[in-house]
């Protein structure tokens, strides 16, 4: 049963363009939501990060939109660089307030961005 | 800063023989966590600990799996026998108080032939 679900496993976009990245959870408990990046031999690296409180999160090239009637988030990359090329997962956990609660990951999304 | 540390960065091993994976959390994080990522998976929780208390273990399978932190910094996770399925790559990651980003390290790429 998997709680949170990127169904795109890979994404090809033009350099300067906008990549959008797709994420579903069904687990209604979940109230913070991350992605990470993650290159190949290396840990995934944190990216940017969402409480269920907001809708929205905008962190430079990056924003991450939240829509808890849909259960659906998204990651907006712009413009897109060849150096975003990687494997982005979406994470999320339950009880926030808690702090170091468990993560549970997406499969990913394999991104190339395209010069 | 230095990041999260883990040795080795590969392994190879037949199946039936011991392996011990380490990691060094980054400095002042209490809470330490062990992750398992299969080909093609995102990252699925073994074990996290608070300090040295394990307290989630849920997913960790006792019958061959162990993992100890026993002075609450660096951690061991340690599989015996290993398996043909065990083969994966195993992250650490550590976290502060307050926001949940989870720091990770590179990873153990393990494989059991």
């Known amino acids: 049963d998997q709680q949170v679900k990127q169904n795109s496993p890979s994404l090809s976009v033009q350099e300067g363009r906008i990549s959008i990245l797709n994420c579903d959870y069904t687990n209604s408990m979940f109230d913070y939501f991350l992605w990470y990046k993650k290159y190949p031999a290396e840990g995934p690296t944190f990216l940017i990060s969402i409480s269920s409180i907001k809708d929205k999160n905008e962190d430079g090239r990056f924003t991450v939109f939240l829509n808890k009637s849909a259960k659906h988030l998204s990651l907006h990359i712009v413009p897109s660089q060849p150096g975003d090329s990687a494997v982005y997962f979406c994470a999320a956990s339950a009880g926030h307030q808690g702090g170091s609660e468990k993560l549970v990951f997406g499969k990913g999304t394999k991104l190339t961005v395209n010069p | 800063e230095a990041g999260v540390v883990q040795s080795p960065r590969y392994k190879i091993i037949e199946k039936k023989q011991p392996v011990a994976f380490w990691c060094n959390p980054i400095s002042g994080h209490n809470t330490l966590y062990w992750y398992r990522q299969n080909l093609g998976q995102g990252p699925e929780l073994l074990i996290r600990?608070?300090?040295?208390?394990?307290?989630?273990d849920s997913q960790l399978p006792k019958d061959r799996f162990s993992a100890e932190r026993l002075k609450g910094v660096d951690s061991t996770l340690k599989i015996q026998p290993a398996e043909l399925g065990d083969s994966a790559v195993y992250l650490c990651?550590?976290?502060?108080?307050?926001?949940?980003?989870?720091?990770f390290g590179p990873g153990t790429r393990l494989t059991v032939t």
């Open positions: 600990y608070e300090n040295e208390e394990a307290v989630d």
């Open positions: 990651a550590s976290t502060g108080q307050g926001p949940n980003e989870q720091y």
